[in-house]
């Protein structure tokens, strides 16, 4: 709301600026440059933040030969999920 008043005009300027969160809004009264001025920073402000995007990726590589294989049996992996997810397997 505070920088919306400043690009409006200044925070000693005429312009009057509601911030809402309830409403994902804000409203804006003043001069038509005054409003013009907060859709072009609302309009930058909401085109920068929808293209930030965060990806995680975690990789994991292993290797096993038939003397360090550690006891891994797919089939009990399967019988866990199938338990907890309600997998079945048909064929």
């Known amino acids: 709301e505070a ?23 804000v409203t804006v009264t003043g001069t038509p440059t005054q409003v013009h001025n907060v859709e072009v ?3 930058g402000l909401s085109e920068s933040l929808s293209q930030m995007v965060r ?5 994991y590589t292993v290797t096993l ?4 294989n550690y006891a891994f049996n797919p089939q009990v992996a399967f019988q866990k ?4 997810y309600g997998l079945s397997l048909g064929g």
């Open 3 to 25: 920088t919306a008043k400043v690009v409006a005009g200044g925070s000693g300027g005429s312009a009057h600026v509601i911030a809402s969160a309830s409403l994902h809004g």
């Open 41 to 43: 920073w609302a309009k």
């Open 55 to 59: 990806v995680t990726v975690t990789m």
């Open 65 to 68: 030969n038939s003397s360090e």
């Open 81 to 84: 999920a199938a338990s907890v």
